[in-house]
């Protein structure tokens, strides 16, 4: 079996989608290729785009917002794992890249979250999903929401998707579901196309039977490790049985748009060893794939030590009023931060161990919220930290050797919480509470594997490509033809820092890049 196109993408989440789209539209003849039926990560994502600069959507929510702003923050969340100029074409794009979504089918809206919360209800589709707000950030760039959720309710990953795959097919792009890639095809130094494992020959029941272990690996599996491993291995053995191999020939390029390597746990261990005990974000096809041909093709690497490991203190908002601490009882982190800056904190200075320290003010009013600010995933989280996962007493020090804490300390970062104004650690005015009204509680946020608290965590890291055009570099720097990537197989715009949104937005940002670029 063979095939060609002029431009072949290796993977079909939405940076896969938004190659194949824009090298369509450029006029050439593209093949998607995609291990089980697309959508990946993206699809079961919160379909959150970070985007900023004067929206639409911000415009109708009343929310003022410029490029500037949103460059001079997102310079400090990033750092400098990509240029200046590259976030500055990022920030300057992004009102233009929601229309350009939008114009794909996409749809967004402009209802503004009352509440600071790691992910909206049904009712709100833009919200703070950073540290905008935070201290040290908003005196440094002007606070403004920037986290466009695509329209649909639940988790929204799969109407953005669905609106992308939909836009891709529209424009004559081929998809061939059920095909792995294993190794690129080089000619003198040149990727001329890939080898794949694919299905697409095999019985009507076998190509059933793989599609339905698949969906259901992806989701509920996500949520489910061991139910995941128990399917996945299905897959492998209809795959073992049923594939045939493929030699497909790319005229212009290969795009690869693999994800990750979060289900990897073997290349986790070697390049982020601290990182463990957390929910794989992704699918199954997140193993670090198209990283591992492309290396073999002789790409370069970067920040694979880099993991988002996400530790949300909201829903419900009232904890935002307590003080977080390691099994020293002191703080070191300022409360509103993002939660991924909350996980990197607890990971890096304790270990993964942490608690949260509330009265029963704060308890009072979190059941009483809860529930109405929540999706059902962070309500029944809510529900077990405000029931199996909190110790109570009637004093600071009592709660504190009950879970194990520095009693002494903890007492002394309540009296320096409770006169510190401003607050040390730069905690909005806000969000500061008096701990004054007992019993008092420490709520367990260590990062473990748990089902009723999970620590969802992704990777960052991936090839190194050119940031004009998405083409990979090899490890001398230069460019090797025929190759590009894009989304979490690349270095991208949140390969040092994650918040929410931003990498669908790099995914978008870096997919349209790569396929413009490779089409030429």
Known sequence: MSGHADVIVVGFGAAGACAAIEAAEAGADVLVIDRFGGGGASALSGGIVYAGGGTAQQRDAGVDDSADAMFDY??????????????????????????????????????????????????????????EAAGGFCDAAKPAARGHRAKGRGTSGKVLFAGLASAARARGVRVWPQTTAYELVTESGAVTGVRVRTLRDAPRWARWAHRLLGRYSAKPGIYVPALRKVL????????????????????????????????????????????????????????????????????????????????????????????????????????????????EAMIREHGGRGWLLVDDEIVREARARARRESQWFQWLQAVYLLRRGRVTADSVEAVARKAGVDAGALAETVRAYRAGNPDPLGKPAGFVRPLATPPYSLVDLTIKPNIG????????????????????????????????????????ICSSSYVSGLSLADCVFSGRRAGLSASA
């Open 74 to 131: 997102l310079r400090l969340e990033v750092g400098d794992v990509v240029s200046a100029g590259t976030l500055r074409r990022f920030c300057d794009s992004s009102p233009d890249m929601i229309t350009w979504l939008e114009e794909h089918g996409v749809p967004f809206e402009g209802s503004l979250c009352p509440v600071k919360t790691s992910y909206p209800n049904n009712d709100y589709y833009l919200y703070y999903s950073g540290s």
């Open 232 to 343: 996945q291995r299905g897959v492998e053995r209809l795959e073992r049985r049923f594939a045939r191999e493929a030699a497909l020939t790319a005229r212009r390029a290969v795009v690869l748009t693999a994800g990750g390597f979060i289900a990897n746990r073997a290349m986790v261990r070697e390049h982020a060893p601290a990182y463990r005990g957390g929910l794989p974000l992704g699918t199954a096809g997140d193993d670090g794939s198209g990283l591992r041909m492309g290396i073999e093709a002789g790409a370069a690497t970067a920040a694979l030590d880099k993991v988002s490991a996400w530790r949300f203190l909201t829903p419900p908002s009232a904890f935002l009023g307590g003080v977080l601490v390691g099994p020293d009882g002191r703080r070191f982190i300022d409360e509103s931060r993002y939660g991924a800056a909350i996980g």
């Open 453 to 492: 608290y999970p620590c969802p965590m992704l990777t960052l890291g991936g090839l190194v490509v050119d940031e004009d055009t998405g083409q990979v570099r090899d490890t001398e720097g230069v460019p090797i033809p025929g190759l590009y990537a894009a989304g979490r197989t690349a270095v991208g």
